[in-house]
């Protein structure tokens, strides 16, 4: 028969399965699409944005400027 398992014991086998593995979130998942790659020869240099990220980030302030510009300020 199988061995009944609590709601308990499975919160606390995924909380230390998902500690343990560091390489998975969300968090990480955002800055990997976000970030250039890390590289392996500086570990410690920081790591640069990609330049879709800033271009569309750019693009986001300037159509906020416009619509504020047009709608609030007119």
């Known amino acids: 028969?199988?061995?009944v398992v609590t709601r308990q014991e499975?919160?606390?086998w995924l909380k230390t399965h998902f500690e343990d593995r560091?390489?998975?979130?969300l968090g990480k998942?955002?800055?990997a699409m976000?970030?250039?790659p890390a590289n392996l020869f500086e570990p410690k240099?920081?790591?640069?944005?990609k330049k879709s990220f800033v271009l569309l980030a750019i693009w986001l302030l300037g159509l906020l400027g416009v619509f504020v510009y047009f709608n609030l300020w007119s």
Do not use: F, W
Not at 22 to 25: A, F, H, R, T, V
Not at 45 to 49: A, F
């Open 1 to 3: 028969m199988a061995k």
């Open 10 to 12: 499975v919160q606390a």
């Open 22 to 25: 560091s390489e998975l979130g």
């Open 29 to 31: 998942a955002i800055l």
């Open 34 to 36: 976000i970030l250039e």
């Open 45 to 49: 240099k920081p790591r640069s944005p």
